[in-house]
């Protein structure tokens, strides 16, 4: 399926750049001991402007999913049907990604399966995005 290309902005660079690296990172807040996911200019739990990058395992769980059957992005329709799943981190379950769940079936989703991360390269701009499969 192909994936949209997003251009890194100043506050989500890193996480872009990780991903290049094939390396999932999230911000992490030391002074609260808190991720968080979508990147934010300080915590979102206690504001603290100090917001580090940190690595984390690439783990985790299929939350719950939907399957698209009528999508207007152009690019997506050739695909149709297809999941969209969130899957939930090991290390915060609070911190929620989306996933096509890439070798997975429609209408075949695990909900609560492991999944990791694997990096899939955008065609327009080269750009490696995070996506999910599911553990044996």
Not at 91 to 116: D, F, K, N, R
Request: net charge negative; hydrophobic share 35%.
């Amino acid at each position: 399926m192909p994936k949209q290309s997003p251009i890194p902005d100043e506050l989500d660079k890193p996480f872009y750049d990780a991903c290049n690296e094939e390396r999932l990172v999230v911000q992490y807040c030391p002074a609260c001991s808190r991720y968080q996911f979508p990147p934010r200019n300080a915590c979102g739990g206690c504001l603290n402007p100090g917001i580090q990058w940190k690595q984390v395992s690439g783990r985790g769980r299929i939350q719950s999913r939907v399957v698209v059957y009528d999508t207007p992005v152009s690019v997506l329709i050739p695909d149709q049907p297809f999941n969209v799943a969130t899957i939930a981190l090991e290390e915060e379950p609070e911190i929620i990604m989306l996933s096509h769940l890439p070798g997975t079936p429609v209408e075949q989703v695990p909900i609560g399966a492991q999944v990791e991360v694997i990096f899939e390269t955008t065609p327009a701009t080269g750009q490696k995005i995070p996506e999910w499969r599911v553990v044996s």
